[in-house]
């Protein structure tokens, strides 16, 4: 047995002292009294975490997922092999909204690379339906040919026969007919996600009622904080359970407000990259179906300027949000424990943790400032 002590866990407060089975898996996590010496390797308070899991990720390597054909098998490999080296677990395939045999034949290209997967590469989740159901003027950078009333006809011929393939689905509650599809996704056991909406405080309240338990990038494409008009931010606040889908690059989200969202629903951030088709390549100017994206120091924009997305990757995310806030332990909890607990995992980081190799893990050092990750061997 090896033992490894004076280790943080995020979200789990004090040091602890974790047991190492024969083939270097995590078998015991044991907390360390304050002031107590233990026998193992000293981490020196360096943080232990799961790898990091993106909800939101639109694609990579010049890959956009609801583009895929079966001919990018290939790539898409290639690219949850960069996401693994990249810090990433797993992902939820991001698919925007599209048109209807696009968005089939991108589900099944997923099957495909989901049956493919192996030690080394990043895990395919279900895919994240981003769209079509979403308010008209709140759209962003979603082509408008392709946006859709929401109905269960509608739901059934996007998703039918990939019901057990889809993990999210991003909508506007406020739309006419949203209540029947939100209860037939929660019957399907598939998230929703409060998104590119209009909605005001009551209405978001009554979706979380229904069972709408995340907000898609919040802030953005949707009604902000205001002292008059609290809208969905403040609703899910307040709610408590709903997480919070955050963009920290700097530019999709202010780091004075990141940071105010951290502190107001600390158990509720959850960090994604909203990565586009460029990550992994260089800025410059690069193709989205048939308009031009326009990458600059990691963000990602329309011709007329609308913001589509990022480059970044998303540890890279944490970094920056613990630099901001001051608060590393949250911020890595942000990518890695807290995205688990939206997906159903338990809320405890020692259950998450507990039975995988140590190599599959993340080790975190330095400072909030400075902070840094690595494979933890």
């Known amino acids: ?28 996590l044991e907390p ?16 232990l975490s799961p790898g990091g899991v993106d909800l939101q990720i639109n694609g990579g390597l010049g890959l956009a997922f609801p583009e895929l054909q079966e001919g990018d098998l290939p790539r ?25 045999p696009e968005l089939r034949q991108a589900l099944a290209v997923l099957r495909q690379a989901r049956a493919a997967h192996r030690p080394g590469r990043c895990r395919l989740l279900g895919a994240h339906l981003e769209g079509p159901f979403l308010a008209p003027a709140r759209r962003g950078a979603h082509p408008s040919q392709h946006l859709a009333a929401p109905s269960l006809a509608a739901l059934e011929q996007r998703i039918g026969d990939f019901e057990q393939e889809i993990a999210l689905v991003t909508l506007a509650p406020e739309l006419p007919g949203a209540d029947a599809v939100i209860a037939e996704l929660r019957h399907l056991g598939i998230l929703v996600s409060l998104g590119h909406s209009e909605a005001n405080q009551e209405q978001a309240t009554q979706a979380f009622e229904q069972g709408v338990g995340m907000l898609t990038h919040a802030f953005n494409a949707m009604p902000g904080l205001h002292h008059r008009s609290p809208g969905p931010i403040a609703a899910a606040a ?3 359970t709903v997480a919070l889908g955050l963009i920290a690059d700097g530019v999709h989200v202010a780091p ?35 308009r031009a994206l326009i990458v600059e120091n990691g963000s990602c924009r329309l011709e007329d300027g609308t913001l589509a997305g990022v480059t970044l990757p998303l540890l890279e995310a944490v970094c920056r949000l ?44 330095g400072t909030a400032e400075r902070l840094h990750w690595r494979r933890a061997a």
């Open 256 to 290: 004075a407000m990141a940071v105010l969202l951290l502190r107001l629903a600390p158990e509720q951030v959850v960090l994604v990259s909203d990565a586009l088709a460029p990550y992994g390549l260089a800025d410059g100017v690069h193709r989205w179906d048939e």
């Open 238 to 240: 307040l709610r408590g």
């Open 1 to 28: 047995m090896r033992w490894l002590t004076n280790v943080r866990l995020p979200a789990c407060p004090g040091l602890w002292r974790i047991a190492l089975d024969g083939d270097g898996c995590i078998a015991s």
């Open 322 to 365: 613990a630099r901001w806030s001051g608060d590393a332990d949250r911020a890595i909890a942000a990518a890695t424990v807290l995205p688990r607990r939206v997906l159903g995992q338990t809320h405890d980081c020692t259950a998450q943790l507990r039975g995988l190799p140590l190599r599959e893990t993340l080790r975190w050092s």
């Open 32 to 47: 360390l009294a304050e002031g107590t010496a233990a026998a193992g390797d000293d981490w020196g308070g360096d943080w």
């Open 76 to 100: 898409l490999l290639e690219l949850l092999e960069l996401l693994w080296r990249d810090g990433v677990e797993a992902i939820a395939p991001t698919l925007v909204t599209c048109g209807v």
